[in-house]
């Protein structure tokens, strides 16, 4: 039997048993929270290892892969920093850093769980709530990655589905505190502060605030503890005022939608001409979400249109020469979120 074939039937294996750990983790949580967790964490990590067994199977081995090692079971798999960064660096699909922390957090708690739990009776409930609220952030994460990699997770679309409709069960536990938070956001209104629908969880617990652009809005959501931000801008279709939000999710009411290259498109002010045209660096990558070719110029400042981040400085990668935001050091040496610098382009040379 071939490599090819192997792997596509070790890649259905991998895919089948993280569906069958985040079913589980949905089943446990109330009776064994603690194992719900470990459970979660275990299908969070099988996801990004199926990733990387899609691009090659020699990616899921930490070290010194060895095809009949690896058929039978007998070698270590990446960690989870091993599996993000090789993602990034090698399969060139960055895990954005929102996805990253929430992942992470999962990977804190469960080894918190295994090492050091013991929970009481009185903190039962309390830890129930703080694991379905954990665990619905790190879904919200995982099914968008999913569906970014739609031509990897295909054929299990539907079981994808299912466990989405299942996990809806745990916003009973965001119900529960959003009647108990009434009274304060109440008050909070009658101090005059923004109190808006969470573009997470839907209940109307955000309390916003002005961004850093004009039509900007950004705050955390009381129930869930998102941090929202949306930017209100006209639909081109009906020319009423819309909601972009977090994401790049655009969705007006008449029904129309933008994909993240046509936002880049409406919002980006760049004036090009025959003089500027090859300085341009619009649109530039975006060093907070990784986002490629997102950020554009709008009111004076750097727009990223997919997680919405306002930055005032572009640098250049010295290696691959792309724009983008955030701090980039020894670029040429290691490159940028779209790039491994000279230092990757050698070692896959010597490869």
């Avoid at 294996?13 to 069958?20: I, K, Q, S, Y």
């Avoid at 031509?151 to 119900?175: C, G």
């Avoid at 529960?176 to 629908?197: H, N, Q, S, T, Y």
């Avoid at 819309?242 to 008449?254: A, H």
Wanted: hydrophobic share 40%; net charge negative; glycine share 6%.
């Amino acid at each position: 039997m071939g490599i090819e074939l192997k792997q596509s039937e070790l890649l259905e294996r991998l895919v089948e048993n993280a569906l069958g750990f985040l079913s589980h983790a949905i089943e446990t949580l109330e009776s064994a929270p603690k194992f719900s967790v470990i459970d979660f964490y275990a299908a969070v990590e099988l996801f990004l290892k199926a990733r990387l067994l899609r691009e090659h199977w020699s990616l899921v081995v930490a070290k010194n892969p060895d095809w009949e090692k690896f058929v039978s079971g007998d070698f270590v798999s990446v960690t989870f920093e091993e599996a993000c960064s090789r993602l990034e660096k090698v399969v060139q699909a960055p895990i954005p850093s929102r996805a990253r922390a929430k992942f992470d957090a999962v990977r804190l708690h469960r080894n918190k769980m295994v090492h050091f739990f013991h929970a009481g009776e009185e903190g039962q409930n309390q830890l129930i709530e703080a694991v379905a609220i954990e665990q619905l952030h790190a879904w919200y994460e995982l099914h968008m990655l999913l569906r970014q990699w739609k031509d990897v997770f295909e054929p299990w679309q539907k079981k994808v589905a299912q466990i989405e409709l299942r996990l809806q069960r745990h916003k009973k536990y965001l119900a529960a505190k959003f009647d108990a938070l009434k009274p304060d956001l109440k008050r909070f209104e009658g101090e005059g502060k923004l109190i808006r629908g969470c573009s997470f969880c839907n209940f109307s617990a955000a309390v916003m605030a002005k961004g850093g652009i004009s039509n900007l809005y950004e705050g955390k959501c009381l129930v869930c503890g998102a941090f929202n931000k949306w930017l209100l801008m006209k639909c081109p279709q009906c020319n009423e005022c819309s909601v972009l939000s977090d994401g790049g999710q655009f969705d007006c009411t008449c029904g129309h939608s933008l994909e993240v290259h046509d936002l880049a498109d409406i919002l980006d002010e760049t004036v090009v001409t025959k003089d500027n045209y090859f300085e341009n660096p619009y649109p530039a990558n975006c060093g907070e979400c990784e986002g490629w070719h997102t950020v554009v110029s709008h009111e004076g400042k750097n727009l990223c249109v997919l997680c919405l981040d306002v930055s005032a400085e572009l640098h250049t990668c010295e290696f691959c020469h792309e724009a983008c935001t955030g701090e980039l050091e020894d670029s040429y040496l290691h490159g940028c979120g779209q790039c491994e610098g000279s230092a990757g382009w050698n070692a896959d040379k010597d490869d």
